[in-house]
Nanobody
Framework: QVNLVESGGGLVQAGTSLTLSCAAS????????MGWFRQAPGSERTFVAA????????YYADAVKGRFTISRNNANNMVYLQMDNLKPEDTAVYSC?????????????????????WGQGTQVTVSS
């Protein structure tokens, strides 16, 4: 069992930056693909970014490519999402997820049903 807790959300103005953190506990997530997803009010959850278990491969949704950066610190069991040049359309609840039990999987996954464990999410609100 793994527990994921996101933090770092808030209310910011368009054009500014935020860094979200995802802390894992209960077991190490170092060997697994991790991802960030978001869900805006009245919308389905959508993929934002994913990172391979070693951190060498990343993948982004077109809507955030060039503005967001996913990274991980396996020693600390953490995953991050650096969000720059935020836009009002980035407003959503952001959740991290881990693809357990697919250990040492070299692929990247963008579908929510590819991930087994999820955090509760952190709210990001971007004002214009």
């Amino acid at each position: 069992q793994v527990n994921l807790v996101e933090s770092g959300g808030g209310l910011v103005q368009a054009g500014t930056s935020l860094t979200l953190s995802c802390a894992a506990s209960g077991r190490s997530v170092a060997d697994y693909v991790m991802g960030w997803f978001r869900q805006a009010p009245g919308s389905e959850r959508t993929f934002v970014a994913a990172i391979s278990w070693r951190g060498g491969t990343t993948y982004y949704a077109d809507a955030v490519k060039g503005r967001f950066t996913i990274s991980r610190n396996n020693a600390n069991n953490m995953v991050y999402l650096q969000m720059d040049n935020l836009k009002p359309e980035d407003t959503a609840v952001y959740s991290c997820a881990v693809r357990i039990p697919a250990r040492y999987d070299g692929n990247i996954y963008a579908a929510s049903n590819d991930y087994a464990y999820w955090g509760q999410g952190t709210q990001v609100t971007v004002s214009s």
